[in-house]
């Protein structure tokens, strides 16, 4: 999508963060831009969801925003 001109932001669970890593570096874009939250999610309340969204709501509109 990126690659077409959309914006996007990746996040991903912390359990990830080193193959997200290893990723990005192998397909050439080692600074690509994500962000984390704790992991597991899928057991996780309706409010610990929310709780997790609004620590990263700024993070993901800087990305959007400024790509930062």
């Known amino acids: 999508m990126e690659q077409q001109g959309i914006p ?3 996040i991903i669970t912390d359990v990830f963060l080193s193959t997200a890593r290893a990723y990005t570096k192998l397909m050439g874009v080692p600074d690509f831009p994500y962000l984390s939250c704790r992991h597991p999610i899928a057991n996780a309340n309706r409010k610990e969801l929310e ?3 609004n620590q990263l709501a700024p ?4 990305l959007f925003l400024k790509g930062k």
Do not use: G, I
């Open 8 to 10: 996007t932001v990746s």
């Open 51 to 53: 709780d997790r969204a």
């Open 59 to 62: 993070q993901v509109e800087s």
